[in-house]
């Protein structure tokens, strides 16, 4: 599956390129960074005038657009906590927007295409680091095995899509990512951006204690939605082949470790407090990126410095 079919394309900067999800984490910086390289002809439709779950609207889209290049940046994402208790919603929301999309690429002539999918797809208990073959080789973690299996759907379209019709679809699978335009919801966003913001309104509010989920145990890998963004048009690039490719930072850090970490950067002096009634998840997955970094590629952004540069962002845009 990991076959290279290497033919490097060159991008062409004036051909017109379809962000699905361009207001999101991931989608706002794959746009800031097609910007910064001159690509002039950005279709960038707000979601209320293009539901991606509405396959008429999405075929009619396609259809008068034709658009070259497609990133399906457009998703229902969420943390742990939202991957658990709206599962029906991350299985269905998240098949109709790959499906539709990724179909009416392939039948209005797109060039190429790139599914985001995530570090989830692995098994729960999958070898570490986590190589693009452990896919479908155990069970899934339980807290988000429905988006999971959505994802899942979404590399084996491309990659019928590819067989069947020879339709250039990729499949990037990142880990944990972070950074400028991130979800801080106070229950429903990731770990990272959830502990900022908990950190910030107990310094802001003078609390003593941050109550911080699950035992602290688990690992995670994170990466700076910049290099995120960077990888992604790297694989548009260089990259043409079945298999799916991870995008790592190759560092992990424990929940405990984060926690401190943010904490610190935040400036919050109190105490952290854990509560072990919240889920810890899967207890690892540092992926494998040897792939991507034999291609040529590596990231720039350490955590800290990734973490310094979002509570900037966070303070100029979320709160004061
Ligand atoms: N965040 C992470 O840690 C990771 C994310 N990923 C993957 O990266 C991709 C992007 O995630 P991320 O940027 O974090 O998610 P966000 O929630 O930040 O952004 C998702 C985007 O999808 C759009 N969207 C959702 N539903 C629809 C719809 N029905 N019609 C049109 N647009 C829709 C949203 O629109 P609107 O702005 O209008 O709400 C938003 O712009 C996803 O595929 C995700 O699985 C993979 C690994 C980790
Ligand atoms: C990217 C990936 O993200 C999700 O998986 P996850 O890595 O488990 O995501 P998470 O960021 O929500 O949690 C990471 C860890 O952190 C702990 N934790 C502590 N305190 C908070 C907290 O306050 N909020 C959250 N969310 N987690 C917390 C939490 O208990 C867990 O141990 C997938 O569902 C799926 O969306 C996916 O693909």
Redesign the pocket.
């Known amino acids: 599956m990991g076959d290279l079919n290497n033919d490097p394309i060159k991008l062409d900067r004036s051909a017109k390129i379809y962000v699905?999800?361009?207001?999101?984490?991931?989608?706002?910086?794959i746009t800031a960074a097609l910007r910064r390289l001159g690509f002039s002809n950005l279709l960038l439709p707000?979601?209320?005038l293009?539901?991606?779950?509405?396959q008429s609207a999405v075929e009619s889209f396609f259809a008068a657009e034709k658009p070259a290049y497609v990133i399906?940046?457009?998703?229902?994402?969420?943390?742990i906590h939202a991957n658990n208790t709206y599962p029906a919603e991350f299985i269905a929301?998240?098949l109709?927007?790959?499906t539709n999309v990724i179909h009416s690429a392939y039948r209005n002539g797109v060039v190429k295409l790139l599914?985001?999918?995530?570090?989830?797809i692995y098994p729960k208990f999958a070898p570490q680091p986590i190589p693009e073959s452990a896919l479908l080789t155990g069970p899934l973690e339980p807290t988000n095995e429905w988006?999971a299996v959505a994802?899942i759907a979404?590399i084996k379209m491309c990659q019928a899509y590819r067989i069947q019709y020879n339709f250039d679809a990729i499949s990037a699978?990142?880990?944990?990512?972070?950074g400028p335009?991130?979800?801080f919801h106070p229950d429903n966003s990731?770990v990272?951006p959830a502990l900022m913001r908990r950190f910030h309104e107990a310094k802001v509010l003078g609390s003593k204690e941050v109550v911080v989920w699950g035992s602290g145990a688990p690992l995670r890998e994170f990466?700076h939605?910049d290099d995120?963004a960077d990888a992604v048009l790297f694989l548009m690039e260089k990259y043409s082949g079945l298999g799916h490719v991870n995008v790592g930072s190759g560092k992990e850090v424990t929940i405990r470790e984060l926690a401190e970490l943010v904490k610190e950067v935040v400036g919050f002096e109190g105490n952290i407090v854990w509560d072990g009634s919240k889920p810890d998840g899967t207890p690892r997955k540092l992926m494998d990126s040897s792939l991507l970094a034999g291609l040529g590629w590596t990231p720039k952004v350490s955590l800290r410095d990734g973490l310094v540069d979002t509570y900037k962002w966070y303070l100029e845009n979320v709160k004061r």
């Open positions: 699905a999800g361009h207001r999101g984490l991931v989608g706002s910086a707000p979601r209320s293009l539901d991606l779950t509405d399906l940046a457009a998703a229902k994402v969420g943390g929301t998240n109709q927007i790959q599914f985001l999918g995530s570090s989830c988006y994802k979404g699978m990142p880990t944990n990512l972070y335009n991130d979800n990731h990272l990466l939605v995120l």
